[in-house]
């Protein structure tokens, strides 16, 4: 079945320089990256990220991780990748959670590690299913970002929309 997966590179994997280590792995699902952009994550959209998770005593560090306050990285690379069982080919991929539960070979395996806090360093965010994917997705992304369509859409006229452009 042909779906759509939210991949974050969380901020310690931009502070190590993991980014093409992680690509690289990435790409031995033979899926297609259909948006891509690097993100300044606000409080908000931290928060409405892992809104499920409000009530657990490491929301606060959650947080603060995935805004990139622990690694001095103020953001995250956000992308979508796109094709016949894309959650669980990238799942795999990435591993466990808990860095020293996952496999060695992979992605969190490899360069996750938990901090002396006890901070889960995964390097890497992968949605976990359907619904969970699309609406990570809506979330990080706007639909004119992403070159498939995946999801429906509607056009709308806003009036008086201030837009930042080039000078």
């Not at 952009?37 to 606000?42: N, P, T």
């Not at 990139?68 to 016949?84: F, I, P, Q, S, T």
């Amino acid at each position: 079945m042909t779906q759509a997966v939210l991949i974050l590179i969380k901020p310690d994997g931009l502070k190590k320089s993991l980014t093409g280590n992680i690509l690289t792995r990435l790409s031995e699902t033979k899926l297609e990256i259909v948006a891509a952009k690097m993100v300044r994550v606000s409080q908000a959209l931290a928060e409405e990220h892992y809104k499920q998770l409000k009530d657990k005593p490491f929301f606060p560090e959650l947080i603060g991780y995935i805004r990139g306050e622990l690694h001095d990285r103020k953001k995250v690379m956000a992308l979508v990748y796109w094709g016949k069982d894309a959650i669980k080919k990238c799942r795999e991929l990435a591993g466990a959670t808990n860095p020293e539960e996952a496999e060695s070979t992979s992605i969190r395996g490899s360069y996750g590690r938990i901090t002396t806090s006890g901070v889960y360093e995964n390097v890497i965010h992968v949605s976990s299913n359907e619904s969970e994917a699309e609406r990570e997705i809506k979330l990080w992304f706007q639909p004119e970002e992403i070159i498939v369509n995946l999801f429906s859409v509607k056009s709308e006229i806003e009036k008086e929309c201030k837009k930042v452009t080039w000078a």
